[in-house]
Nanobody
Framework: QLAESGGGLVRTGGSLRLSCRTS????????IAWFRRSPGNAREFVAG????????YYGDPVKGRFTISRDNAKNTVYLQMNSLKPDDTANYYC???????????????????WGQGTQVTVSS
Protein backbone atom coordinates (compact mmCIF):
# COMPACT_ATOMS: atom_id res chain seq x y z
CA GLN A 1 0.00 0.00 0.00
CA LEU A 2 1.04 3.54 -0.74
CA ALA A 3 -0.24 6.67 0.98
CA GLU A 4 0.67 10.16 -0.17
CA SER A 5 0.47 13.29 1.90
CA GLY A 6 1.78 16.83 1.89
CA GLY A 7 -0.13 18.41 -0.96
CA GLY A 8 -1.75 21.81 -0.69
CA LEU A 9 -2.01 25.31 -2.03
CA VAL A 10 1.16 27.36 -2.45
CA ARG A 11 2.15 30.51 -4.28
CA THR A 12 4.50 30.62 -7.24
CA GLY A 13 8.06 30.24 -6.02
CA GLY A 14 7.01 28.39 -2.90
CA SER A 15 7.89 24.90 -1.70
CA LEU A 16 6.12 21.75 -0.64
CA ARG A 17 7.30 18.35 0.49
CA LEU A 18 5.25 15.35 -0.48
CA SER A 19 5.52 12.07 1.40
CA CYS A 20 4.75 8.57 0.23
CA ARG A 21 4.51 6.03 3.00
CA THR A 22 4.96 2.50 1.77
CA SER A 23 3.91 -0.75 3.37
CA UNK A 24 4.83 -3.86 1.46
CA UNK A 25 5.91 -7.41 1.91
CA UNK A 26 8.85 -7.80 4.31
CA UNK A 27 12.00 -8.37 2.35
CA UNK A 28 10.52 -7.12 -0.90
CA UNK A 29 12.36 -4.26 -2.56
CA UNK A 30 10.73 -1.66 -4.73
CA UNK A 31 11.62 1.13 -7.06
CA ILE A 32 9.44 4.16 -6.40
CA ALA A 33 8.33 6.94 -8.68
CA TRP A 34 6.22 10.05 -8.52
CA PHE A 35 3.85 10.89 -11.35
CA ARG A 36 1.40 13.71 -11.78
CA ARG A 37 -1.70 14.39 -13.77
CA SER A 38 -3.47 17.65 -14.42
CA PRO A 39 -6.92 17.97 -16.03
CA GLY A 40 -6.84 17.26 -19.75
CA ASN A 41 -3.29 15.97 -19.68
CA ALA A 42 -1.71 12.55 -19.66
CA ARG A 43 0.00 11.22 -16.57
CA GLU A 44 3.55 12.53 -16.46
CA PHE A 45 6.66 11.13 -14.85
CA VAL A 46 8.09 13.47 -12.22
CA ALA A 47 10.86 11.71 -10.30
CA GLY A 48 11.96 8.26 -9.22
CA UNK A 49 14.36 6.15 -7.21
CA UNK A 50 15.88 2.78 -7.95
CA UNK A 51 15.34 0.24 -5.20
CA UNK A 52 18.75 0.84 -3.69
CA UNK A 53 18.16 4.61 -3.85
CA UNK A 54 21.59 4.85 -5.45
CA UNK A 55 20.15 6.40 -8.57
CA UNK A 56 17.57 9.14 -8.91
CA TYR A 57 15.71 10.21 -12.01
CA TYR A 58 13.77 13.33 -12.91
CA GLY A 59 11.46 14.50 -15.63
CA ASP A 60 12.78 17.44 -17.62
CA PRO A 61 10.19 19.96 -16.32
CA VAL A 62 11.30 19.48 -12.71
CA LYS A 63 15.06 19.00 -12.97
CA GLY A 64 16.91 21.31 -10.67
CA ARG A 65 13.78 22.13 -8.67
CA PHE A 66 12.55 18.81 -7.24
CA THR A 67 14.46 16.29 -5.16
CA ILE A 68 13.42 12.73 -4.39
CA SER A 69 14.76 10.90 -1.36
CA ARG A 70 14.05 7.85 0.71
CA ASP A 71 14.04 7.12 4.44
CA ASN A 72 14.03 3.34 4.76
CA ALA A 73 13.65 3.47 8.53
CA LYS A 74 10.34 5.27 8.05
CA ASN A 75 9.34 3.40 4.90
CA THR A 76 8.79 6.77 3.31
CA VAL A 77 9.79 8.42 0.07
CA TYR A 78 9.83 12.20 -0.13
CA LEU A 79 9.49 14.63 -2.98
CA GLN A 80 10.86 18.04 -2.09
CA MET A 81 9.45 20.58 -4.53
CA ASN A 82 11.03 24.02 -4.70
CA SER A 83 10.49 27.02 -6.97
CA LEU A 84 7.00 25.84 -7.74
CA LYS A 85 5.22 27.15 -10.81
CA PRO A 86 1.56 27.17 -11.83
CA ASP A 87 2.41 24.46 -14.40
CA ASP A 88 3.23 22.16 -11.47
CA THR A 89 -0.42 22.17 -10.45
CA ALA A 90 -1.61 18.57 -10.60
CA ASN A 91 -2.61 15.54 -8.63
CA TYR A 92 0.60 13.79 -7.58
CA TYR A 93 0.80 10.03 -7.23
CA CYS A 94 3.49 7.75 -5.95
CA UNK A 95 3.89 4.35 -7.51
CA UNK A 96 5.94 1.26 -6.77
CA UNK A 97 7.14 -1.74 -8.65
CA UNK A 98 8.93 -4.76 -7.14
CA UNK A 99 12.54 -4.66 -8.17
CA UNK A 100 15.59 -6.81 -7.53
CA UNK A 101 18.02 -4.72 -9.51
CA UNK A 102 18.73 -1.10 -10.21
CA UNK A 103 16.62 -1.18 -13.33
CA UNK A 104 14.40 1.87 -13.37
CA UNK A 105 11.59 2.90 -15.65
CA UNK A 106 9.59 6.09 -16.06
CA UNK A 107 6.80 4.25 -17.88
CA UNK A 108 3.72 4.36 -15.71
CA UNK A 109 2.30 1.07 -17.00
CA UNK A 110 5.25 -0.79 -15.49
CA UNK A 111 4.22 0.16 -11.97
CA UNK A 112 2.06 -2.27 -10.02
CA UNK A 113 1.01 -0.25 -7.00
CA TRP A 114 -0.40 3.26 -6.80
CA GLY A 115 -1.44 5.65 -4.10
CA GLN A 116 -4.63 7.71 -4.12
CA GLY A 117 -2.84 10.93 -4.96
CA THR A 118 -2.41 14.30 -3.30
CA GLN A 119 -3.38 17.58 -4.91
CA VAL A 120 -0.82 20.31 -5.42
CA THR A 121 -2.07 23.72 -6.51
CA VAL A 122 0.31 26.56 -7.32
CA SER A 123 -1.26 29.99 -7.58
CA SER A 124 0.21 32.72 -9.77
Amino acid sequence: QLAESGGGLVRTGGSLRLSCRTSGQPGMTYSIAWFRRSPGNAREFVAGLSWSATNTYYGDPVKGRFTISRDNAKNTVYLQMNSLKPDDTANYYCAARPSFSDYFTSRDYEYDYWGQGTQVTVSS
